[in-house]
């Protein structure tokens, strides 16, 4: 596998003959998300970086750095393991530096899920939550995502990071909540950024990411991650990654190359097996929350549900929790009436 400004070129769709900040431009775009591998690189080959360069850089290292002081502050409240992100980079080649706007964290605990939540809440000037409850198999599982503030410019993105107990939520239709998290933590990264194909397209940096995660596997890795495909209910996810790594000459390889090979019939007999299981009977239901401002917080969390509404009072503030994506007027103005104290967002 070659990871260079060529490669990553390739995987943008960027002309060999565009000049390099032009090539930044699109590397920082949403879709992409590579600006932190341009900018070193572009170190890494001797191209001039001058302040602009050595600022983003900065930028890019202040961020790992803070994500990391985050993972210690939050194994000091309970177990939680890195998902992707910030656990991604170790397998970048030394001096390439891969851009993470965020820390995702699994705390198949509960308890331990909102010590932490309330310990970072604590620490960091969180100025956005949000809460999720996701009911499967009888069991309650929890989203919460946090953001604040850079402490150094305001015109930087946010810092944010999230909280689940489980690893793998499914669509929500024919692929269900999994709770199980793969043992080789190569093949787990694999299968969670598969796993994001039910919310979003491949990104340039996911790209990159399944590139350098296959580089690493080994003979048994391979056989763990076509085994691991079919198990998670992930062969499709899993063989489109990979198909998008052999769509860039800098970063195909013989084991991506083979490994699309070996997964194309695992991928049509999951395909097949969608089309005709229909709705799951333990299809989760996911509950969104309505923040109703700080005065609702509690120490833990607490679920008041009764047959008109669900409130979750948690340390980050109260939440009125729905399953659509808008809330009927009529259940905020009760909200409201019930909780004098509560604050809906303006």
Excluded at 135 to 150: D, E, F, Y
Excluded at 210 to 231: H, P
Excluded at 274 to 279: E, I, S, Y
Excluded at 316 to 340: C, H, I, N
Aim: hydrophobic residues 45%; negative net charge; aromatic residues 4%.
């Amino acid at each position: 596998m070659d990871l260079s400004l060529r490669t990553v070129r390739e995987v943008m769709g960027v002309a060999p003959d565009i000049r390099l900040g032009l090539v930044l431009e699109r590397a920082a775009r949403r879709d992409q998300r590579l600006t932190g591998a341009v900018c070193s690189l572009a170190a890494a080959e001797g191209h001039r970086l001058g302040r602009l360069g050595e600022a983003l850089l900065d930028v890019e290292r202040a961020r790992r750095e803070e994500h990391d002081r985050i993972i210690a502050l939050v194994r000091g409240a309970g177990r939680a393991e890195v998902l992707k992100g910030a656990a991604l980079q170790r397998y970048y080649p030394p001096g390439v530096l891969r851009t993470s706007r965020d820390v995702d964290l699994l705390m198949p605990d509960e308890a331990e899920l909102w010590a932490a939540v309330a310990a970072l809440a604590r620490v960091r000037p969180v100025d956005e939550a949000r809460v999720s409850m996701i009911v499967s198999g009888g069991r309650r599982h929890w989203a919460v995502a946090l953001n604040w503030p850079s402490p150094e410019s305001d015109l930087d993105h946010v810092y944010a990071a999230e909280f689940l107990t489980a690893p793998f939520y499914g669509n929500s239709t024919t692929v269900p909540l999994r709770t199980e998290l793969p043992a080789d933590r190569t093949v787990a990264h694999l299968l969670l950024i598969a796993e994001e194909l039910f919310q979003q397209p491949l990104r340039g940096r996911d790209v990159v990411d399944v590139a350098v995660l296959v580089d690493a596997l080994s003979e048994q890795d391979l056989t763990d991650l076509r085994q691991a495909a079919g198990r998670w209910l992930l062969a499709p996810e899993v063989h489109e990654a990979v198909e998008r790594v052999n769509a860039v000459p800098g970063l195909a390889g013989d084991a991506s190359r083979r490994l699309a090979e070996e997964l194309a019939h695992a991928a049509e007999r999951e395909r097949a097996r969608r089309t005709t299981a229909g709705l799951a009977a333990d299809t989760p239901v996911t509950y969104y929350g309505l923040p109703l401002g700080p005065a609702l917080s509690a120490p833990g969390v607490v679920v008041e549900q009764d047959a008109e509404m669900t409130v979750v009072r948690c340390p980050v503030g109260g939440f009125l929790m729905v399953d659509t994506l808008s809330v009927p007027a009529e259940l905020a103005e009760a909200a409201l009436e019930r909780y004098p104290e509560a604050v809906l967002p303006v």
